[in-house]
């Protein structure tokens, strides 16, 4: 196992050295340049040269990006233009929202529909399968911001089950160790502060969770639709297995392989768009301050969130390539 860890990690340098020349190079297609967001569109040719000479602009693109990586190396990815703070600092104060509300959303996802989805495939035709289909395929089509403000006009709004915005009651006063609120919480066993983050959670949560728990439906449903109809789960029928041993050993195990690549595309997906969802519910994340970089040409900001995104997405690939081998070991030898 640590064998084929270290190979799949090694395979990630040149992915990741790959990126990092796509991302400087995009940065210096972009319209405008750093110098515009600096001084602004009315800027006079000679402060564009200035700002162009102190940042080092006019050095050849092989110097440039040789500083380029030298400074990711070092984990520094530059000063917020608008701010006037490094980006790495501010991302850390905002990614841990981000992670709990896609680790929410994902809970949900992967709790309810991989049940679901297994119950539709082994009651195939029946109103339950027809539910979930068609279920989910109201899901996918709906849009996420039209969805977050229906959830919360219905549960926040008219009914005050739960809060309008934010990670937190601003009135709790909470112990701040690692940036996750619900954490926090518990390591300090400050259970109103947990429960509170947690009561904040689950309107978005619901919201973001919405299309991967119809497409993992979707997936686990035709997945295990697939297995059943294999030979070796008529076998183990024939042989007089029970149910529970059939399911757990021959249809989930082997139905799992591409619901968990699945799991992984949308993880990866979700902490890079959660820009909708944090918006309806104001909540303070990577995906508004992102949005919030695009609209203020903050290029840094942009350049960071990619790259911080991108590095998760590579992360995620990995974890996924772990549970391939740990689910099917033949994929360890490959």
């Not at 915005?165 to 009135?171: E, I, K, S």
């Amino acid at each position: 196992m640590m064998r084929f860890i270290v190979r799949r990690l090694l395979q990630l340098i040149p992915t990741l050295l790959g990126l990092s020349i796509l991302l400087f190079l995009w940065l210096h297609r972009l319209p405008g340049g750093p110098e515009t967001a600096i001084l602004g569109e009315r800027a006079t040719p000679a402060s564009r040269a200035a700002i162009r000479k102190s940042m080092g602009l006019d050095d050849p693109l092989i110097v440039q990006y040789g500083r380029f990586l030298k400074q990711l190396l070092r984990g520094d990815l530059g000063n917020s233009l608008n701010e006037k703070r490094p980006v790495l600092d501010l991302f850390l104060e905002r990614f841990p929202g981000t992670i709990e509300l896609t680790v929410t959303a994902m809970i949900i996802a992967i709790g309810l529909g991989i049940p679901l989805g297994y119950l539709a495939a082994k009651r195939r035709a029946t109103w339950l399968d027809h539910l979930s289909v068609g279920a989910s395929l109201a899901a996918v089509c709906t849009p996420i911001f039209f969805l977050g403000y229906l959830i919360k006009a219905l549960f926040a709004v008219n009914l005050g089950w739960f809060p309008t915005f934010g990670r937190q009651d601003t009135t709790i006063d909470a112990t701040r160790v690692t940036g996750f609120y619900v954490l926090d919480g518990i390591m300090t066993q400050e259970w109103d502060a947990a429960l509170d983050a947690m009561h904040h959670l689950v309107l978005p949560g619901l919201t973001l969770a919405s299309v991967p728990l119809a497409i993992i439906v979707r997936m686990t449903r035709a997945s295990v639709l697939e297995v059943l109809g294999e030979d070796y789960v008529r076998t183990a029928e024939a042989k007089g297995l029970t149910e529970r041993r059939i399911r757990g050993r021959h249809v989930l195990r082997n139905a799992m392989l591409p619901v968990v690549t699945v799991i992984g595309l949308l993880t990866g997906g979700l902490l890079s768009g959660a820009v909708l969802t944090e918006t309806v519910f104001a909540f303070t994340g990577i995906g508004q301050f992102a949005a919030q970089a695009i609209d203020n040409r903050d290029y840094p900001v942009m350049m960071g969130f990619i790259l911080i995104i991108a590095v998760v997405y590579v992360l995620v690939n990995l974890i996924v390539d772990i549970s391939y081998s740990l689910i099917d070991p033949r994929v360890r030898v490959r």
